[in-house]
């Protein structure tokens, strides 16, 4: 298994930019998730998924993140317009909800 | 309100034990999780507790004491290798999403 796959691995942009982080689970996975670290936060919940609909987004900062899960096999984070406070490392995670979640290797983003 | 509490660093001797704390206060309570993160990679699975008591796997060890709000992950003979941040991390409520909330982690050094 190829496990979960995130692109691009690195995310270097401006302000104001439309920025576009993607993942694909891991097969027959029926829950993904959006989290994203910092150093001051730790690992935050940005938004989860169960069979592609949305569960709980309470966690998504503000209007400006957006996320989306058109099939099983893959889910996209938008940031539009990107800001500084933005730059992070966002990782996306899967599982069958039966034990634990699988992490893809992240995406580092820094906005400038 | 949910709340996961562990120390920011601590630092041990290569071969020796040390055991990492976690407290929580969260809404639901269905599972607790230990996960390793070596700077730049993502975290990895190390242990899972559901029930109260210690759950061993090799040189790593978990306890659970649900009444208490509390865990730790024990680690043996200790190794280089095991210099890494170790989050703990609780799902709550409703079950079948596999939603994890997590702690800001441990950094642990391990010294020669």
């Known amino acids: 298994d190829a496990g979960v796959i995130q692109s691009p691995r690195h995310e270097v942009t401006e302000m104001g930019q439309e920025v576009t982080l993607r993942c694909k689970p891991i097969s027959g996975h029926n829950s993904l998730f959006w989290y994203r670290q910092t150093m001051m936060r730790g690992l935050e919940l940005l938004i989860y998924?169960?069979?592609?609909?949305?569960?709980?987004d309470s966690g998504m900062p503000e209007d400006r993140f957006s996320a989306k899960m058109p099939n099983a096999s893959f889910s996209t984070l938008k940031i539009q317009p990107s800001e500084p406070r933005d730059s992070a490392v966002y990782f996306c995670?899967?599982?069958?909800?039966?034990?634990?979640?699988?992490f893809g290797n992240g995406t580092r983003l820094t906005v400038t | 309100g949910q709340n996961i509490d562990q120390p920011t660093e601590m630092t041990a001797t290569e071969g020796a034990i040390v055991q990492i704390n976690c407290t929580y206060q969260t809404s639901g309570f269905n599972g607790l999780f230990w996960y390793q993160q070596h700077a730049g990679e993502a975290p990895t699975f190390l242990s899972y507790n559901v029930l109260d008591g210690l759950e061993e796997k090799g040189r790593f060890s978990s306890f659970l004491s649900r009444s208490k709000g509390y865990s730790y992950l024990l680690l043996k003979e200790l190794q280089m290798k095991d210099s890494a941040s170790y989050l703990c991390a609780v799902r709550g409520l409703p079950s079948n999403t596999g939603k994890l909330i997590f702690g800001q982690g441990t950094t642990l050094q391990v010294k020669p």
């Open positions: 995670a899967s599982t069958d909800t039966l034990k634990s979640l699988h």
């Open positions: 998924f169960n069979n592609n609909v949305p569960i709980d």
